[in-house]
C-alpha cells in the first residue's frame, strides 16, 4: 500500500532474483540463472565483485584500498569468516521474535542471536550467475552456521548505480518471496587503506535499503525501508581483514557483528 510502482523500463537498478512463495535457502540461484538465459559456475577463487575497480567514481579511489581487501572482494571464496554479534537490549527480544516466526522457516536473514551460534563458525560459498554471453552479472555469497547447519544470509552481490547518484555502489540483493530485500551501499576510501561501505537513511532513489515487489504487470513495487547499516573493512595487525557491521533502525542501535576474514 505505501511502495512506489517503477515502470520496468526504469527500474534496472531494482531488477534482480526473487525467491518462491514459502522458502528461501539456496535454490534460488540456478532459478535465476535460467531466468535470465544464463548459467552458474563455482570456484574457489570466486569473488563478490569481478573488480574492486568497477566501483572507480568520483567519490571513490579502488586504488586506495589494501591490496587484503581487495583480494576478498574479488576472490571471496577463498576466504575463510568468524563471526561474532552484539545485540542491544532494546533489539534482542524483537530480533528473536523475527527470527523463530519469519527467518528460520524462510531460510533467509538469520542474524545469529547468541554467541554460542556461531562458536563453530561459519561456512560460505560464492557462485557466480552469467548472462547468455558468459559475463558475470552477479555473484551469489551462501553461507551457512557451521553448527546448525541454517541458511544466515544468502544473496546476490554486484554492483549498481543508483538514479540519485553517478558513484558505482555495491548492491546486495537478498531474495524474499515474490521479491527481494535490496541494499545499496556507497563506497569511501579510510585513510589506513581501509573501506567504508554506507547504507543511510535518505530519499528514494538514493543508495539505501528497500523492498521490492515484482509487478505482474511489467513493473516492480518498491518502497525504501528505515534501515541504516555501515561496514568498516581494514586490516588488523595480524594482517587478517576485520570488517565492523553496524545495523540501525532509523538511528536505534539494532546490531553490531564483527567478522574476522582470514584467507584458506
Do not use: C
Amino acid at each position: 500500500m505505501t511502495s512506489r510502482r517503477v515502470p520496468a523500463a526504469e527500474a534496472g537498478w531494482l531488477t534482480g532474483p526473487a525467491a518462491g512463495r514459502y522458502f528461501v535457502g539456496h535454490g534460488w540461484v540456478e532459478e535465476y540463472a535460467r531466468e535470465i538465459g544464463g548459467t552458474v559456475s563455482t570456484g574457489p577463487e570466486h569473488g563478490l565483485l569481478v573488480s574492486m575497480k568497477d566501483l572507480a567514481g568520483t567519490d571513490f579511489d579502488p586504488n586506495l584500498v589494501d591490496p587484503r581487501i581487495a583480494d576478498f572482494y574479488e576472490h571471496a571464496g577463498a576466504w575463510r569468516l568468524d563471526l561474532w554479534s552484539e545485540w542491544s537490549a532494546f533489539a534482542w527480544p524483537f530480533g528473536r521474535l523475527i527470527s523463530g516466526l519469519l527467518s528460520n522457516r524462510l531460510q533467509q536473514l538469520s542474524l545469529p542471536m547468541r554467541p554460542l551460534d556461531v562458536s563453530f563458525g561459519m561456512d560460505s560459498a560464492v557462485v557466480h550467475v552469467h548472462d547468455e554471453a558468459g559475463a558475470v552479472v552477479g555473484a551469489a555469497w551462501l553461507r551457512t552456521m557451521r553448527k546448525t547447519g541454517r541458511t544466515t544470509y544468502s544473496g546476490l552481490y554486484g554492483t549498481r548505480t543508483v538514479p540519485r547518484r553517478d558513484q558505482p555502489s555495491v548492491r546486495v540483493a537478498f531474495p524474499l518471496p515474490l521479491g527481494s530485500l535490496q541494499v545499496f551501499l556507497r563506497p569511501s576510501n579510510a585513510d589506513d587503506g581501509g573501506l567504508h561501505l554506507h547504507s543511510p537513511l535518505g530519499r528514494f532513489g538514493g543508495d539505501g535499503a528497500y523492498l521490492v515487489l515484482r509487478g505482474g504487470d511489467g513493473t516492480v513495487r518498491a518502497r525504501r525501508i528505515p534501515i541504516a547499516e555501515h561496514f568498516h573493512l581494514y586490516v588488523d595487525a595480524d594482517g587478517d581483514v576485520r570488517t565492523d557491521h553496524d545495523l540501525r533502525l532509523w538511528r536505534i542501535p539494532v546490531v553490531r557483528l564483527h567478522y574476522r576474514l582470514r584467507r584458506s
